[in-house]
Every structure is written in C-alpha cells, then in structure tokens.
C-alpha cells in the first residue's frame, strides 16, 4: 500500500523518529519513481478523506484531524468550507526543518497541517491563529 506502508511508515514515521534514513535507498526509491508514486498516494488518500468528512460535515461540527498520516486534511477542508473549526494533533516531535526540509513536497504537507485553527504538538501545546 503506498499510502499507508509506503509515504506513512516508510518515509514519515522515519522523518518523525529521526531515523537515519539509507541514502542508497532513497536513490533507488528515486531512481524508480518509487517516492513519487508514495507521494501522490498520500494525497489521493487525505482527499478521499477529505471527501468523506465533508458528505458528514453539519455547520457547527469541529474536526479534529490527528497524526502525520492525514497533515493535508486539514488545508482540504478549509478549502471546501472556510469557516469550518479544524484541529489537528501530532503525537511525535516535529522533525528539525534540517531534516523536513529534505523531502520533496515539503510545503505541500506544511501548508496541509496550516488549515487547522489549533495545532497542538506533544512537545508544546498551544492554539495558534487560523
């Protein structure tokens, strides 16, 4: 599953555990369009999560949006509907911006955990402006 076993465990749970991650293998991954592939099933995933939330959204409902396997929901569902109240909670430590930086498509997955009006973070816990 790229998704999930690939994007998810493969490359974020490392990128957030600081696991050192095999140079020769993120070649080859690259190489083979295997990240690309992984990436783009990332995004069909969080839309289609996206996409189910909103069939049950009502006007006054908060979405609470948790772990690094769905940052882009929040941002999809803002999109969808502006006023909508989003959180989202991450239960590991954020990487350094060294180590985030280094994945392609990084402001993509930035910008997704924005959407959320209050973002709280193990480490630090806070409600930041939407």
Request: hydrophobic letters at 40%; proline letters at 5%; glycine letters at 6%.
């Amino acid at each position: 599953d790229l998704y999930y076993n690939g994007f998810c465990n493969s490359v974020l749970w490392q990128l957030f555990h600081y696991v050192p991650l095999n140079i020769d293998s993120w070649q080859k991954m690259a190489e083979h369009r295997a990240m690309e592939m992984q990436w783009q099933a990332y995004q069909v995933a969080n839309e289609k999560f996206a996409d189910v939330m909103l069939t049950e959204y009502l006007a006054d409902d908060v979405v609470w949006v948790q772990y690094y396997h769905l940052m882009l929901l929040p941002s999809l569902l803002k999109q969808a509907v502006s006023k909508m109240k989003v959180g989202f909670f991450l239960h590991t430590p954020f990487p350094s911006s060294e180590i985030y930086r280094t994945l392609p498509g990084t402001g993509d997955r930035e910008e997704g955990s924005r959407g959320a009006g209050s973002r709280r973070i193990r480490q630090r816990i806070g409600v930041l402006p939407s």
